[in-house]
């Protein structure tokens, strides 16, 4: 049986204000190509389908057309919410979708498996909605459910207690912060408190494979649990991860292969670094108008309008971020102590520029212009 784990789709993110709903729609295109090409029979989505809990209208036809395209190439696909996922909203349809889509959010589900057979037999597909303590622990009477990891382990128990009784293939689909990896800042909406909620890799134990979602970049904890990540790119701190999938195949006694498939990144992300001048009309920054641009001007003092000016050479220039190359060394001088120590107004303003521009004082342009205004109100109140 061949595999493919994917996950954390996040439908409706935005990217710095930006829609993602037309690159994400070209990326779940070349998702579906990859399951013909690759002759995928099950797909599994491992939580975070969309991005939050009340998705607009928008977002409701790329889901159902995406999952259509998957069982019109012959695909049976399992999909678990997450915890950006209401599970309410996304498994209301599920009764109502094609045989061939498995949709499990509802918590006492966990154990049951979608079973699917291949000339080995069946493998069972068990899928673990996000499970939030504080909501499903009054589901299992006498059962401490104070953490993630303490409900992760619980239902992972049930897991392995119903395979037990089965017998077989078995692959676990999960949404959860596993021990061992690090979010990535920014991006994944943190689902843990201090420690208590990482899952230890031993509460895995068990299944042939385990399909995680929720950490972004792909990852690799053993050989028989990972996550896929996510198909687009949503914060700066992901730049340079590749995107795609883990196409994952089951022989007769369990897992024999597993290897990544790359998806299309329909917009690279990369960082620019230089002074607003050299941002603007450097060659060495040509070829990047198709990208999405962080630019990180390093001029000493803050620049006028500098979004508007470097969108007119990048227009996906997403963010700006002033930098300064040099930080000013600390010399012990206080700056109540400078102003203390001016001998004259023009001296004041010197020692204020310098304090809110990192040390960089008065131009000659502006000293000139300081001392225009200086003689110009020591001339009007001469007048009064």
């Known amino acids: ?76 696909v399992v999909v678990t919410s997450g915890n ?6 996304l498994g209301f349809q599920s009764a109502l979708l094609r045989s061939e889509i498995a949709v499990v959010t509802d918590p006492l589900s966990v ?12 493998v069972h597909f068990y899928g673990i909605p996000y ?39 078995s692959v676990v689909a999960a949404h959860c912060f596993a021990a061992g990896v690090d979010a990535t800042p920014g991006v994944e909406r943190e689902i843990r408190q201090g420690g208590l909620d990482v899952v230890p890799l031993p509460a895995f134990d068990g299944p042939d494979y385990v ?27 992901e730049e340079g991860k590749p995107r795609g999938s883990w196409l994952v195949d089951l022989d007769a006694t369990g897992l024999a292969s597993v290897r990544w498939i790359d998806l299309p990144v329909p917009r690279p992300l990369v960082t620019l670094r230089g002074s607003l001048d050299d941002l603007l009309v450097d060659p060495r920054f040509d070829g990047h108008d198709e990208h999405w641009v962080r630019a990180e001007y390093t001029d000493a003092t803050p620049q006028p309008d500098p979004m508007r000016r ?41 020692a204020f520029l310098a304090h809110v521009r990192e040390g960089e004082g008065a131009s000659d342009a502006e000293r000139e212009l300081i001392r225009d205004v200086l003689d110009s109100r020591s001339v009007a109140e001469a007048a009064k």
Request: aromatic share 6%.
């Open 1 to 76: 049986m061949r595999i493919l784990h994917t996950s954390d789709w996040h439908i409706g993110r935005s990217f710095h204000g930006f829609s993602t709903l037309d690159a994400l729609s070209g990326v779940l295109e070349a998702l579906v190509a990859q399951v013909r090409e690759n002759q995928v029979d099950v797909v599994i989505v491992a939580g975070d389908v969309f991005d939050s809990a009340a998705p607009s209208a928008a977002c409701y036809p790329l889901l159902s057309q995406t999952l259509a395209a998957l069982a019109d190439e012959g695909a049976r």
């Open 84 to 89: 950006h996922d209401s599970a309410a909203r």
């Open 111 to 122: 154990g049951t498996p979608v079973s699917i057979d291949d000339e080995h037999g069946p």
């Open 131 to 169: 499970l939030e303590p504080a909501i499903v622990r009054h589901l299992w009477e006498g059962v401490e459910l104070r953490s993630q990891a303490q409900t992760m382990q619980h239902a992972l128990d049930l897991v392995r207690s119903d395979l037990a009784r089965r017998g077989g293939r």
């Open 211 to 237: 399909a995680l979602g929720h950490i972004h970049g792909r990852q690799q904890l053993s050989e028989r649990v990972r996550y896929a990540g996510a198909p687009l790119h949503y914060s700066f701190s």
């Open 310 to 350: 470097l969108q007119a050479r990048f227009p996906w220039c997403a963010t700006v971020v002033h930098q300064p190359a040099g930080v000013r060394a600390d010399d012990g001088v206080a700056y109540s102590a400078r102003v203390r120590a001016a001998r004259d107004d023009g001296e004041i303003i010197e």
